[in-house]
């Protein structure tokens, strides 16, 4: 499938700290990326989307970052709360597909107190 | 919240029976795009249907099937039912107004095949 692997990378951090969580993606066409929190039990929450023409985009206590030469997509979290604690997916739309998500394995976050 | 409800929550079925799953997308949207999760991965891309019509597909085979009503509401369809359908299947909407890609997810609908 295109979303493969059993195992979820997990990122540890004190809470306070800044979180750095990464992605890697495989289409040069993607035109189109978001990240998306998800907690146990619940649907995917939108955190934050970024197009391809940009290299940096932020919001509020998280940043995106893009770099098309290398295919990598970043999500820093600023100040990390322990209500960050979560699995964070990022996404991406590939031109010309329509409205098709392809999601990354997704990297499990949880902070300590 | 995102206005997006799925029902049921939770579903048991038996391999070879036939599901129906229902989604309500967010006052606005026309668009609803469905999803499979299979545990500890990301979702994958079923189909989406725009204006009661599917709009792109995902590689799932024919017995998921959809629909789209009227009233943007959604069902996903599955026959013939397999151990491996066993997932979370999560419904997303999007808005005309926006870029359809900014998709706003339900809290999905656990399903076991037994």
């Known amino acids: 499938g295109e979303s493969v692997g059993l195992h979820l990378p997990t990122l540890s951090v004190q809470e306070g700290d800044n979180s750095i969580i990464n992605c890697a993606y495989s289409?040069?066409?993607?035109?189109?990326f978001i990240w998306y929190k998800q907690e146990s039990g619940k649907g995917p929450q939108f955190i934050i989307d970024i197009r391809s023409n940009m290299d940096k985009r932020q919001g509020q206590r998280v940043t995106v970052l893009l770099n098309k030469t290398v295919k990598h997509l970043s999500l820093q979290i600023a100040a990390t709360q322990p209500g960050d604690s979560a699995v964070y997916f990022c996404?991406?739309?590939?031109?010309?597909?329509?409205?098709?998500?392809?999601f990354g394995q997704g990297t499990e976050l949880s902070v300590k107190p | 919240e995102t206005g997006v409800t799925q029902s049921p929550t939770h579903l048991i079925k038996t391999r070879g029976q036939q599901v129906t799953l229902r989604c309500s997308s967010q006052?606005?949207?026309?668009?609803v795009s469905w999803y499979q999760q299979a545990l500890g991965q990301g979702p994958q891309f079923i189909f989406q249907y725009y204006r009661e019509e599917e709009n792109g597909r995902g590689n799932f085979p024919p017995r998921f099937s959809g629909l789209q009503f009227p009233n943007y509401s959604s069902e996903l369809n599955v026959n013939a039912l397999e151990l491996d359908d066993s997932a979370l299947y999560l419904c997303?909407?999007?808005?005309?107004?926006?870029?359809?890609?900014?998709?706003?997810f339900g809290p999905g609908t656990r399903l076991t095949v037994t």
């Open positions: 006052s606005g949207h026309n668009t």
């Open positions: 996404a991406e739309n590939i031109k010309n597909q329509g409205g098709k998500l392809i």
């Open positions: 997303a909407s999007s808005s005309p107004s926006r870029s359809s890609y900014e998709q706003y």
């Open positions: 289409n040069s066409a993607s035109d189109y």
